[in-house]
């Protein structure tokens, strides 16, 4: 059994966003591609959430959650290089599970995102709710966590904006484009720490209507394709919770995603004990 580590919330998405892009500068050009920024933006959220919370959380505790978080990758036929990213969200307090996808493009050196087919956008969006579209820029370029700000540009423009190696765009607002860079100059996309955070990490744009599991089987399916990478995470208000945590195996050589099926959710889990009762 393992305790849940205290998480100062505010602090995540900067984090996220730092590390990625220091990950983003120091990667050697050969060497870009979807699947492996995939795996230093997961590095950049596993770093970030498992920080201790210092002081910090003693001054302002309302903000704090207790979280665990574990990534693993899908091998055999299932793998291709591609950055799809699925996360799934338990809440063990209102014990709920709740799945969000994002779908990854790579800036290529002409400013273009050669992988974005808005015909298979579509699809994907149709049959995925909330999907969240990831930009992996090869230089920074500007961000808007404001929501206000981002919808709309002539005042975006006036702000002073931070800049982004990763950008995120809802897949409702790029499938009308047959371009990705021309959803982005549309409207300024978000930084991706301030997305996973507000979005996913806080639940609201998570899929409750099914299981994690066939959530992500579904996904699978529609695409094709597995998705690479799974995140996993477990919060809660309570740091007295303990869990185990198993990740789903899928088989080398596998086309399908059973083995999800059999996955012991962290909700059947009872509240620990108090010894003082």
């Excluded at 795996?39 to 979280?67: T, V, W």
Aim: aromatic content about 8%.
């Amino acid at each position: 059994m393992e305790s849940l580590r205290e998480v100062c919330v505010e602090r995540i998405a900067t984090e996220i966003n730092d590390a990625f892009d220091v990950e983003s500068n120091a990667m050697n050009d050969v060497d870009r591609n979807e699947d492996l920024l995939s795996n230093r933006l997961i590095h950049s959220i596993r770093n970030a959430l498992g920080q201790p919370c210092g002081h910090q959380g003693e001054i302002n505790r309302r903000s704090n959650l207790y979280m665990a978080v574990q990534a693993y990758k899908a091998t055999g036929r299932l793998e291709q290089d591609h950055g799809d990213i699925a996360i799934v969200v338990t809440d063990l307090d209102h014990r709920i599970t709740g799945t969000g996808f994002y779908e990854a493009k790579a800036e290529s050196h002409d400013g273009l995102y050669p992988s974005y087919k808005m015909r298979q956008l579509r699809r994907l969006e149709s049959k995925t709710p909330r999907l969240a579209v990831v930009m992996y820029e090869r230089h920074a370029k500007p961000v808007s966590d404001d929501a206000y700000f981002c919808s709309l540009p002539y005042l975006a423009a006036r702000k002073i904006t931070p800049l982004r190696h990763c950008r995120v765009l809802p897949a409702s607002w790029v499938r009308q484009f047959p371009r990705l860079e021309a959803a982005a100059s549309q409207i300024l996309p978000t930084s991706f720490g301030h997305h996973f955070v507000t979005k996913y990490l806080l639940g609201r744009d998570l899929d409750y209507s099914r299981t994690s599991a066939n959530a992500i089987e579904r996904w699978v399916r529609v695409t094709r394709r597995a998705v690479p990478v799974i995140l996993e995470i477990v919060i809660s208000r309570n740091p007295d919770w303990q869990y185990t945590g198993n990740p789903v195996r899928i088989l080398p050589g596998s086309i399908a995603t059973d083995l999800l099926s059999t996955r012991r959710e962290p909700l059947a889990l009872e509240p620990p004990i108090n010894p003082s009762i």
